[in-house]
């Protein structure tokens, strides 16, 4: 599986931005969203799982992030709204190759298959 983020850029607080995640080789049975901000340590954000269909988020991003699907596609979307200077931070989308539970979905561990990450920058 290949996967290709993209739609990062910079944005002024408040702002919304939505990132792209178009995967190949297979058709995906889940996926994440992680970030990383300079000096941190990689973490979830978001996770939707297509089979036995699930969506969690990270408590920092509910009620501002939405993650969907478009089947057809194979691509899975990150809309990020009202975005702030702490979300800043180089954005990654990443497959399992199997069907992880869903207490799996926001561990790293679960994820076989990363994209190049696309970069997020919030002024304020």
């Known amino acids: 599986v290949q996967l290709q983020a993209s739609g990062g850029g910079l944005v002024q607080a408040g702002g919304s931005l939505r990132l792209s995640c178009a995967a190949s080789?297979?058709?995906?049975?889940?996926v994440g969203w992680f970030r990383q901000a300079p000096g941190k340590e990689r973490e979830f954000v978001a996770a939707?799982?297509?089979?036995?269909?699930?969506?969690t988020y990270a408590d920092s991003v509910k009620g501002r992030f939405t993650i969907s699907g478009d089947n057809a596609k194979n691509t899975v979307y990150l809309q990020m709204n009202s975005l702030k200077p702490e979300d800043t931070a180089v954005y990654y989308c990443a497959s399992p190759s199997g069907n992880p539970i869903v207490s799996a979905l926001p561990q790293l561990a679960t994820y076989d298959y990363w994209g190049q990450g696309t970069l997020v920058t919030v002024s304020s």
């Open positions: 939707l799982r297509r089979r036995s269909p699930f969506i």
């Open positions: 080789g297979r058709t995906f049975n889940a």
